[in-house]
Nanobody
Framework: VQLQASGGGLVQPGGSLTLSCAAS????????MAWFRQAPGKEREFVAA????????YYADSVKGRFTISRDNAKNTVYLQMNSLVSEDTVLYYC??????????????????WGQGTQVTVSS
């Protein structure tokens, strides 16, 4: 599985941004997907996950109510819609695939394929 994340950039506090992650190499609608993020000098942390068909989602408390994860299996793409962004959201975002599971999970070790990361900067 190859994952290509995109959509990062500079956004003002309170603004919105949508990240995309395009997958290839294996039938997309057979595994769960997730977004993680990592700030410099810190461990990577879970953001959101979605099951194989997009019917179940799971969020970190820090983003619940502000971020929405979704997937389009026809386009082999998972999205992360981010609203009400704050400076603490300024980190590198990674998409990940759990090719052994179909349900959304929040542990990094569950995911066996990772994208290259896309930078989100929230600043005025």
């Amino acid at each position: 599985v190859q994952l290509q994340a995109s959509g990062g950039g500079l956004v003002q506090p309170g603004g919105s941004l949508t990240l995309s992650c395009a997958a290839s190499g294996r039938t997309f609608n057979t595994y769960a997907m997730a977004w993680f993020r990592q700030a410099p000098g810190k461990e990577r942390e879970f953001v959101a996950a979605v099951n194989w068909k997009g019917s179940r989602t799971y969020y970190a408390d820090s983003v619940k109510g502000r971020f929405t994860i979704s997937r389009d299996n026809a386009k082999n793409t998972v999205y992360l819609q981010m609203n009400s962004l704050v400076s603490e959201d300024t980190v590198l975002y990674y998409c990940a695939a759990d090719t052994y599971g179909v349900n959304p999970r929040d542990e990094e070790y569950e995911y066996d394929y990772w994208g290259q990361g896309t930078q989100v900067t929230v600043s005025s």
